[in-house]
């Protein structure tokens, strides 16, 4: 019985044994479920996938017209750029004032202080993203309409606004956390040799935290790109090449949530949807790929 | 050994109610190895934080009294990172910083102002060979500090706290979590140093203490019971029974 662990004698309570069968079921079944509904989101879009789809077009082409009567044409450049721009100007915005608050949260903040800032950073983790979606329809729509003169405050700008006030929070906590695991010798260390708060900051704190400090912006990034609620609400919603903060844009996210509840189930278009699905996850599987590879790289060095 | 270094007088430090000292009052001269010994907690510590003022980082200390250093009350100092510079600390862990080894020797330089690579490669080479880590080291500056041995580590603490060129240099029982054999290397490097500076041996090993210093001090629970030439210390009729209690192992 391999599920059970290396024969360890007789003398193990049962109970313990239980517990182990237990707690091996439950790592097992995490990794089943991934499995389990990559091979769903693969199952619905695979015929088309293999059967029928220009998968150069797919990836290529801006043209989304997945409903055309004469001629359906599935390009999603679109809808990737979409979600690029979005998430790298949301992260241009989220990461220094992200890594800021952490900074200043760990160093700077007296203890009183310091808990005040975490619940509020915990209640704006708790905003549910069709709140952030709302404010970006309403609010920031004005906002933006008002400051930049455009004709609609729908736009790039808007959903990356909202992704990085969604963002944070995560990037906060985990930075944070990274900072406050620097062991305090290292602090005592610098300060000894005439470090200023600063020279402590940038010289130490920041090396010795960086794999935390990666973590905690990939991790807002992976936030970012599989966010769909808000930027399905802020960002205009129309399918179009971005070429500035303020175009307005759609993601890939965007669109399953939008499209998949008014197609035909096991149509072409239904199809492509899982497709996009399927797409999605190699992007976040890349994402996850390459952060791996940067923490091991960093480490070797 | 005529001029006084530093001059410590009715110094009294307390974390928040809690005494750490009580009224120590001890001068130190130029060029000598003052050793420091006493049981935990009895305030040695803090006595060095009180010296480099790190002290003052940790919330609600209150210290009273003076230290001077060549005649100038270091809390009246504006620049506390230069006074912080001028005396090298060697903590009780080695800390190698999560730095190139290269980088950890530069970086007390570098917090003074830019300089150049010539003189930075300079300094890293004459501290780590003051230090005796040079020929071990001296192919992969580049690798990181925390890479190396503990003992490796401590002679690179060691070192980092040369790299200024210090008047005082402070070891804070260097020696607690490096092997017999490195001890004995650091305590040769300590013995051509204090030809050009004062030197600060707080050792948890007594004998450690009669092997390098020129005079001793005896701390117990935040007082300084007796301080006095090595010898006297350590002979069999120094003025306190408990300095002669503890010296010999006999205390408790
Ligand atoms: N950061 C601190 N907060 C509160 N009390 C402390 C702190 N550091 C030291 N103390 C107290 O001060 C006294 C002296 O400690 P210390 O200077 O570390 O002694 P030693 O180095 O001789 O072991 C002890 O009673 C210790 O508990
Ligand atoms: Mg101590």
Known sequence: MKILGKNRGTNVPLSETVIELFIRLCGISSILFVFGIFFFVFREGADFLFGGLDLGQFLTSPEWYPTSLGNKRYGTLALILGTFSVTALAMLLAVPFGLGAAIFVSEFCSPKLRETFKIIIELLAAIPSVVWGFIGLTLMNQLIIKLFNAPIGLTMLNGSIMLALMSVPIIVSIAEDALKAVPDSYREAAEALGATRWQLIYRVLLPAAKNGLLAAVLLGAARSIGETMAVLMATGHSVNIPEGPLSWIRTLTATIAAELGEVARGGEHYQVLFIIGILLFTITFAVNLIADLVIKGIRKA | ?252
């Open chain 2, 1 to 252: 050994m005529e001029k006084k270094k530093i001059e410590v007088s009715e110094l009294r430090v307390r974390y928040g109610n809690k005494p750490a000292l009580n009224g120590v009052s001890f001068d130190v001269y130029e060029n000598e190895i003052l050793g420091i010994i006493g049981p935990a907690q009895s305030g040695k510590t803090t006595l060095l934080k009180v010296i480099n003022r790190t002290l003052e980082l940790t919330r609600g200390t209150t210290v009273e009294g003076t230290v001077k250093l060549d005649g100038e009350d270091v809390h009246t100092i504006t620049d506390v990172y230069g006074l912080r510079r001028r005396i090298g600390m060697v903590l009780p862990l080695p800390v190698g910083l999560p730095l190139s080894i290269y980088d950890n020797v530069a970086f007390a330089p570098r917090t003074a102002g830019p300089r150049k690579k010539s003189e930075l490669d300079n300094i890293v080479e004459r501290c780590l060979k003051q230090a005796a880590l040079w020929d071990e080291v001296k192919d992969r500056l580049d690798s990181l500090g925390t890479k190396l041995s503990g003992g490796q580590q401590q002679r690179l603490t060691i070192a980092r706290a040369l790299s200024h060129q210090p008047e005082i240099l402070c070891l804070d029982e260097f020696s607690i979590a490096v092997d017999p054999v490195t001890t004995m290397r650091i305590e040769e490097v300590l013995k051509t140093l204090r030809t050009e500076m004062t030197i600060l041996l707080v050792t948890n090993l007594v004998q450690q203490a009669k092997r390098l210093a020129n005079r001793t001090a005896f701390f117990l629970n935040g007082a300084l019971v007796e301080i006095d030439a090595t010898d006297v210390i350590f002979s069999d009729n120094p003025a306190n029974q408990s300095t002669y209690d503890y010296v010999n192992g006999n205390f408790g």
